[in-house]
């Protein structure tokens, strides 16, 4: 049949690109959220659209991705700079942000799979590929962030979207490409800077990091990315590998694999050289510099902790556990929070305590690891204080998450770290003063000769503030080093511990 009036414009929205300007100018830019929902949804309905051709398709993936980008930095701002939020708080943002992300990468992979396919019409994307392939890695990317900001569940099969869309970046020769990310940003990136950055997240163990902490190491990632290496071949100053032909997280080099074409070396490279100089450059001068970008102003030690972290973690020899794993199979009872715990110092946890029962999984003199059957309750995080028993066992032990991953949304792994095996409540008076504050006197981890740790309830320890207990008839004088460890609910602090006996009586 002869078409007597030509091809028929798709029934869309956005079918005219004046009509799309006007859309998104429309957009509720004043509801982070609404906006987020609407431009996701646009994204799934610009996709769903047979009649577009490619080259306007890709116009219009861009466009809406471009608007998101404010939301998204307003609604992670509020994520990780609220320490209390709510369940029902933390869960609305988590969703919409990942939510975007997902379908965002959907997108852009879906507009690279008509290049790669060479669909009619999609020769014309050939320039605009550098640009699409960083995008979807940089997509990408923000989901595999986002779950470890959960601990988990991991969605193995983004590492193969991943790796299957960083393969065409060098089968293409885009890798290498340069292009401006979004516009207004500082800065240029490759499909190759894009790809680093989400493998050196995965070797940075984000499972042992704050959502915060992990905010942090993204974007000291994104400042250090240009000196990373990426090696077709192994080489000694190789820690990290990656196989571009399966659906893998990155794995720690503990022995060479079998050689294959597909396979992918990368390290930090100079990168560590200077994350060491920022270290001392923050540690001199007291501040983080400007010329550092983490989206907002952190205090210089929250910054100090993360890099050290990576330092760690980005050497040529990361860091390899300190004790022997032993596998076990047997049961632990768990009651957690510094309320919590002191309830263990009378007969054992109160009517009130809220003791869990965990599944150990192995256990090594510096620690456990554990399942937990059922995830119940917000409290579970990071740095999370916790009273551990063996079953059948009579004595209590102290320990701190240090790991967390979540297999199934209530059901997880934790790896505990043990900070003391000894342990008794004290009563603490300002020295020469009143009585006033009840703290855990504990042992075991390492203190020097003469030297106390002392578990305190967060915000009862004042710098340069002497304290004093009662031991028998003599008195002990705590005089303060420092703070070992801190949390939103404790203090681990360090003090020189001076006994004064009382007078003999003559």
Known sequence: ???????????????????????????????????????????????????????????????????????????TRDYVASPRLSKF?????WTAIFAYWRQSALAYVACIELYAAGAKGADALKSAMPLLLARALRALSAQVKWMYVRYGPMDQSVWGVIAKVYALAETGK???????????NPGDSTPEQEFLKVVMLSASSPASLLPLEIELCERLIAHFCASFTLRLELQPDIAYWIDLATSQAPLRLARPPQHAPTLRFFAAGKALE????????????????????????????????????LALYWS???????????????????????????????????ENADTESWIVEDVSAGGFGAGIPEIRGEWLKIGCLLGLQPD??????????????????????????????????????????????TGILISDIGASPGEARVLLRAGAFVPGQNMEYSKGDATCLLMPLGVVESSEEYDVVRFREMIREAPSEE
């Open 1 to 75: 049949m002869i078409k007597l009036f030509g091809s028929r414009k798709p029934d869309h929205p956005m079918a005219d690109l004046k009509e799309t300007k006007k859309l998104l100018a429309e957009l509720p830019t004043g509801d982070a959220f609404k906006c987020l929902d609407e431009l996701g949804h646009w994204l799934e309905s610009v996709m769903a659209e047979e009649g577009f051709k490619p080259e306007y398709r890709v116009q219009l993936v861009q466009l809406l991705d471009e608007a998101a980008q404010i939301p998204l930095r307003k609604l």
């Open 89 to 93: 708080q933390e869960t609305r943002l």
């Open 174 to 184: 885009f890798a290498q490409s340069a292009v401006t990310l979004y516009p207004g």
């Open 274 to 309: 200077d994350l060491e100089a920022l270290i001392g450059t923050i540690k001199s001068k007291g501040a983080v510099p400007s010329q550092v970008n983490l989206g907002g102003s952190y205090p210089a030690e929250s910054v100090l902790d993360v890099l050290n972290h």
């Open 316 to 350: 040529n020899k990361p860091p390899e556990r300190k004790h022997q794993r032993h596998r076990v199979k047997s049961r632990l009872n768990v009651v957690h929070g510094y309320e919590g715990v002191l309830s263990l110092f009378g007969a054992g946890p109160d």
């Open 392 to 437: 059948g066992g009579d004595t209590w032990v102290l320990g701190v998450v240090r790991r967390l991953q979540r297999e199934i949304p209530l059901k997880g792994l934790v790896g505990i770290q043990n900070i003391a095996k000894s342990a008794e409540m004290v009563e603490l008076s300002v020295s020469g003063g009143a009585g006033g504050e």
